[in-house]
């Protein structure tokens, strides 16, 4: 699978645990130092595990990279991980409709795919072309879901109230 010649895409494909650590390490290496990913938040904390994915934040704010993250509701884990400038991070939510299963990020010219416990494994896919088209079709679901408010705020910038 590792292709070397120059204008043809490298895939690199890794298996278990090790291989999705270091996939998801190889994410903290973008140049341009923004990350798009579509997430299914519960299988990152299956595997690689709560801990180990707080560390990775960390060190991805430490970094200065900047997630755009879009991730589904039916795998998403209340409270963690939130919409917030501090944490670097822009989080919009997919229809309950779509079920993420596996997370993607797309990086400098490469696209990172990593599975659930199921199946184990991690790729990442380097192609120029590729990556612009997972570009696009990343900013197209972007757009057809709605923007994440801090909590409290309605999109005019007012107050919400809550009503019993």
Same mark, same amino acid.
């Given at each position: 699978?590792?292709?070397?010649?120059?204008?043809?895409? *490298? /895939?690199?494909?890794?298996?278990?645990? !090790?291989?999705?650590?270091?996939?998801?390490?190889? @994410?903290?290496?973008? #140049? &341009?130092?923004?990350?798009?990913?579509?997430?299914?938040?519960?299988?990152?904390?299956?595997?690689?595990?709560?801990?180990?994915?707080?560390?990775?934040?960390?060190?991805?704010?430490?970094?200065?990279?900047?997630? *755009? /993250?879009?991730?589904?509701?039916?795998? !998403?884990?209340?409270?963690?991980?939130?919409?917030? @400038?501090?944490?670097? #991070? &822009?989080?919009?939510?997919?229809?309950?409709?779509?079920?993420?299963?596996?997370?993607?990020?797309?990086?400098?010219?490469?696209?990172?795919?990593?599975?659930?416990?199921?199946?184990?494994?991690?790729?990442?896919?380097?192609?120029?072309?590729?990556?612009?088209?997972?570009?696009?079709?990343?900013?197209?679901?972007?757009?057809?879901?709605?923007?994440?408010?801090?909590?409290?705020?309605?999109?005019?910038?007012?107050?919400?109230?809550?009503?019993?």
């Amino acid at each position: 699978l590792h292709t070397r010649a120059n204008g043809k895409p *490298r /895939v690199r494909y890794y298996q278990g645990l !090790d291989g999705i650590k270091h996939v998801l390490d190889d @994410t903290l290496t973008v #140049r &341009d130092k923004t990350l798009l990913g579509i997430l299914s938040m519960r299988d990152l904390f299956e595997v690689p595990g709560r801990a180990w994915m707080d560390d990775f934040v960390r060190r991805r704010i430490e970094a200065g990279v900047f997630l *755009r /993250v879009i991730r589904s509701p039916v795998k !998403d884990i209340a409270n963690v991980w939130p919409q917030s @400038t501090d944490d670097l #991070r &822009d989080v919009r939510f997919a229809s309950p409709d779509f079920v993420f299963t596996m997370t993607s990020y797309i990086y400098d010219n490469k696209v990172a795919v990593i599975s659930s416990r199921r199946e184990n494994f991690a790729m990442t896919i380097e192609s120029e072309e590729f990556t612009i088209m997972q570009r696009n079709l990343f900013d197209v679901f972007w757009a057809s879901c709605p923007a994440v408010l801090p909590k409290g705020r309605r999109a005019n910038g007012r107050e919400a109230v809550s009503r019993v």
